[in-house]
């Protein structure tokens, strides 16, 4: 019965993996067929994973110029991101990039003075043994080990001196690496100073998590490979007593040439060097069977490793689909460079109204100079982001949002087709949606107060709500965007001499919007 309920459990995760990936491929095949720029960042992300991946069963120099390759590679994509993107999401990218970098030097530093200390080792105990060995030699025979010290020596002063050298030039690469950190912290800190400390909390968390994930099995990993190096060790020794023994077994037969009654004494020695030999042939097979023993639980951690590296992966799509899920709300402000010159902002840039006659205001490119209209000074480039307008005590009103590279100057037809996505309440009362050569009515019970405009740029959907009744009025769908996206408000002049203005305020809660 718990065999069959934990298989229903297998099945059932497993069909949700599948379901998972299978929106993940579709996902990212919509995002490929939209955008360059999407397709670049899918590729950085994809190469800091293999990277990731490849620095953790790094083993040989081989494995780390794949590293070195890649990284140029993803190093051009992070410098090419354009800054239709926003510089902060470049930075951020450069930072993630520069820290791995950092942390593959240091790892790299650690591994060249293990080896340096384990070949300087070796290269003493050949050192010592010669030494001790000039004491039971003859004068020409020391005279040779004289000469193969001699060697042994300007050799671990050569290795020290080419490590010396090597561990300065990787030093110098650790600093530099550790400047550029510091300077595009400094730049990201600069231009988006509100999301630098979630940027970098974000950096130390990932590195938590892989830190996490892999110390123990690294551990492990350790723990059995100085195991395989104890146990070589034993076998060279091994090894080395066998072939003196052998050696014996060869000067002792000769002995035995001689006459029985001369060789009693070396036939009983020949026999122990026999028994001796055979003992530590027998030891040898048994340390064998160990080293093979060890070697399969290193391939074993190897394994579970890569178990834990695909974990990571699994976890890191699952914050991906959280992400897109994710409404980001906030308060919303006028950018003044874009106000028709009669339009008037309130102090903290929320209020719209008008002025009767024309202000001195610099022109430029981006600026209206017919309709009475003004940009938001937030834009978007992806995710889904929900904002709110007071329009109390207003009886007529356009508004909505635009593209960055929309039209300004003269008089605008306004549509999707020309990247603006409007609903309109006018004098006579009706609300209507401006969609492609027509107008869509848009029913409603009762006059809004406060509308809700939401974006999702990756469905390319703009939605419009009465917030204050939390219903739905009208959405555009199956729409493409390009660069970043702003909300837009057409101030609409009311009859009287004080119309009310159009204020954009702090939205409220969303997990009524589905």
Not at 121 to 139: H, V, W
Not at 237 to 252: F, P
Not at 461 to 479: A, K
Request: proline share 3%.
């Amino acid at each position: 019965m718990n065999n069959s309920v934990s298989k229903s459990k297998v099945d059932e995760l497993q069909k949700a993996i599948d379901g998972k990936n299978e929106e993940l491929d579709k996902l990212t095949k919509e995002l490929k067929e939209r955008s360059t720029q999407p397709r670049r960042l899918l590729q950085i992300i994809a190469l800091q994973t293999e990277i990731e991946k490849l620095d953790t069963v790094a083993e040989n120099d081989r494995d780390e110029e794949k590293i070195k390759v890649l990284q140029g590679k993803l190093t051009y994509l992070i410098d090419g991101v354009k800054d239709e993107q926003g510089e902060n999401i470049k930075l951020t990218f450069q930072i993630l990039n520069q820290q791995a970098e950092i942390a593959r030097l240091k790892k790299e530093e650690e591994k060249k003075n293990q080896a340096q200390e384990a070949k300087i080792k070796d290269l003493e105990n050949q050192l010592e043994a010669m030494r001790n060995q000039r004491n039971t030699r003859s004068a020409a025979q020391i005279m040779e080990l004289e000469v193969q010290i001699k060697e042994l020596e300007d050799n671990i002063a050569a290795l020290k001196e080419a490590h010396t050298e090597s561990l300065a030039d990787l030093q110098r690469r650790l600093k530099l690496k550790e400047r550029q950190l510091d300077d595009t912290e400094s730049q990201l800190e600069h231009i988006d100073a509100e999301n630098y400390k979630y940027v970098m909390e974000i950096a130390d968390l990932r590195v938590k998590l892989k830190k996490a994930v892999t110390q123990t099995s690294d551990k492990k990993i350790k723990d059995v490979e100085k195991k395989l190096e104890t146990q070589e060790a034993e076998n060279k020794k091994l090894e080395a007593a066998n072939k003196d023994l052998k050696q014996e077994v060869t000067e002792l037969k000769m002995c035995c040439s001689q006459p029985p009654e001369e060789c009693e004494d070396l036939r009983r020695d020949l026999q122990q060097c026999h028994d001796d030999a055979d003992h530590q042939l027998q030891e040898l097979h048994q340390k064998d069977a160990k080293l093979n023993q060890l070697e399969q639980e290193l391939q074993r951690q190897n394994r579970e490793n890569n178990k834990l590296q695909n974990n990571i992966d699994r976890l890191q799509r699952e914050l991906g689909d959280i992400e897109e899920k994710t409404i980001h709300t906030s308060k919303m402000t006028f950018d003044p460079d874009t106000a028709h010159p009669r339009i008037v902002l309130s102090d903290d840039e929320t209020e719209m109204s008008t002025a009767d006659f024309i202000q001195d205001v610099p022109n430029n490119p981006r600026r209206f100079d017919v309709i009475l209209g003004a940009l938001g000074a937030t834009g978007f480039s992806s995710g889904k982001h929900y904002w709110e307008v007071s329009v109390a005590g207003k009886t007529c009103y356009h508004l909505g949002m635009t593209s960055e590279s929309s039209r300004r100057k003269g008089s605008i037809p306004f549509s999707p087709n020309n990247d603006y996505w409007t609903i309109v309440l006018d004098k006579q009362g009706q609300y209507r949606a401006i969609e492609q050569r027509r107008t869509v009515p848009i029913p409603t019970e009762i006059q809004p107060v406060t509308l809700g405009i939401l974006l999702d740029y990756k469905k390319g959907t703009i939605s419009f709500y009465d917030s204050g009744s939390r219903t739905h009025m009208y959405s555009f769908v199956g729409q493409h965007f390009t660069g970043k996206i702003y909300p837009f408000v057409n101030f609409c002049v009311e009859d009287g001499s004080a119309p009310n203005p159009v204020v954009l305020i702090t939205p409220g809660a969303t997990d009524w919007i589905k």
